[in-house]
């Protein structure tokens, strides 16, 4: 039995019944309420990306869809409080820096591109625990990302910012194959991508997040969604 499935087996009537309501009424068994044994590759766009997409690659660079806007301030400027109030802004929302990239066949979002210049494990509770430090590279570069892991990943900072955190899914590929990385193979050195998949959308109910957000696995802070 997995640890999901022993911990859903545990809840009272009441949690379980709540939790069930959450799933849309379906009487799935525990193991079936996985977010996913695999992890993809990339980050799928939404359906309005993709036809964003589509639209420049049949007309490159055209600015159909940018929105301008200008305001005058009058006054004093402090440049350097404004830059740091936009790179805030940018640090907080991850749709913000959310590059898309791809091939013939399918593209992606991709989140952060780096090095890894740090890994720490340690284990505990029978659990491999961790995290992954990352220096930003190319268009990330003099940014910094750090990933916690407890066997699989579970959050990611950027600039201290909670940037994706599970239930949603934490992939990091190498930036030359597009291999996946588990958590057990992060070696100083290896250059990444890292990419965020939603999860099912019933997992982003109060009872899907008490037994898979943040707080289960001790963190502070609640879940921020992929793209947020």
């Not at 005058?72 to 590059?99: P, Y």
């Amino acid at each position: 039995m997995s640890d999901l499935a022993r911990r859903i087996a545990g809840l009272d009537p009441a949690r379980r019944a709540r939790l069930e309501r959450a799933l849309a009424g379906r009487r799935a068994a525990p193991d079936a309420l996985r977010p996913g044994d695999t992890s993809p590759e990339h980050a799928p766009l939404s359906s309005a990306q993709e036809q964003i997409w589509f639209m420049d690659r049949l007309d490159p660079g055209n600015p159909a869809y940018n929105i301008a806007l200008a305001r005058r301030i009058a006054g004093d400027l402090d440049t350097a409080a404004l830059a740091t109030a936009f790179q805030r802004l940018v640090d907080r929302h991850e749709a913000l820096r959310t590059s898309i990239h791809g091939t013939e066949d399918e593209v992606w979002q991709r989140v952060f591109t780096g090095k890894i210049v740090d890994v720490v494990r340690r284990t505990g509770s029978g659990f491999a625990r961790g995290s992954a430090r990352l220096d930003g590279m190319g268009e990330f570069a003099g940014t910094e990302l750090r990933i916690d892991f407890q066997n699989e990943n579970l959050v990611a900072y950027r600039e201290g910012a909670v940037v994706a955190s599970v239930p949603d899914l934490i992939c990091v590929p190498e930036s030359e194959t597009d291999e996946p990385v588990t958590t057990e193979a992060l070696r100083y050195g290896f250059r990444v991508d890292v990419v965020g998949a939603p999860c099912d959308p019933r997992w982003h109910a109060p009872d899907g997040l008490e037994l898979v957000g943040p707080r289960y696995f001790g963190y502070d802070h609640d879940y921020v969604r992929v793209g947020a």
